[in-house]
């Protein structure tokens, strides 16, 4: 049977570079960065690689896809729980140890500018999903066959998934990754962010109960 490009394109890519890193945001954790050649999309993604530190490495590893979000992995906005998701995955990373792939997926794939646009039009009651249609884009355009390459290229076929996002989670095994659970992120939920969690569960079927759950 023919392979089609993407299916091509999730086997032939291939790690660029490795780089020792000390991450202050995971307790001081030894991370290894790694880089790609050949993934299916020109985005500049990086797979942070963390040894476990105090229990046991276990079987299947834990990993995180994080989509960029510079507002809040950044700055700290109070705006989405995009911030506080990365500083829980490195935090449980130092601990048990896994991988965190972080995707140049800014804004659910629109990009930086358009996101703010979108915000302009919350700050006017859309949730986030109606105000992403409003300015011509995708509810979501985030496409998670770049991470299941990176993961085909680290040898890791079978995981624990980090997410709260079921569409994450039916991409990956789309794409030939096993998925052994799906363990759920904690809800940082605030004062400033609830509409958009409330978008996210009832119009994105995110789970926010906080219960770890099965891959369908």
Request: aromatic residues 4%; hydrophobic residues 40%.
């Amino acid at each position: 049977m023919t392979k089609t490009p993407l299916a091509t394109a999730l086997t032939a890519a291939t790690v660029r570079a490795r780089v020792s890193v000390t991450l202050t945001r995971a307790n001081n954790a030894q991370a290894e960065l790694v880089t790609f050649e050949g993934l299916p999309d020109p985005g500049e993604h990086i797979a942070v690689l963390v040894p476990p530190q105090e229990i046991p490495h276990a079987e299947t590893p834990l990993v995180r896809v994080h989509s960029e979000c510079m507002t809040g992995d950044i700055f700290g906005s109070a705006r989405c729980d995009c911030g506080p998701q990365l500083d829980e995955a490195l935090t449980r990373l130092a601990v048990e140890g896994g991988v965190l792939l972080y995707l140049r997926q800014e804004g659910r794939g629109i990009g930086l500018y358009n996101k703010l646009d979108t915000y302009v039009l919350q700050d006017r009651g859309k949730d986030t999903f109606e105000a992403n249609r409003l300015i011509g884009r995708g509810e979501d355009e985030r496409n998670y066959a770049v991470a299941a390459a990176m993961l085909h290229v680290l040898g890791l076929n079978r995981i624990r998934l980090l997410t709260n996002n079921p569409e994450k989670a039916r991409q990956l095994q789309e794409h030939g990754i096993t998925l052994s659970s799906i363990v759920a992120t904690e809800v940082h939920l605030t004062a400033e962010n609830a509409r958009y969690l409330e978008a996210k569960a009832k119009l994105g079927g995110h789970n926010l109960t906080g219960a770890d759950w099965r891959p369908a």
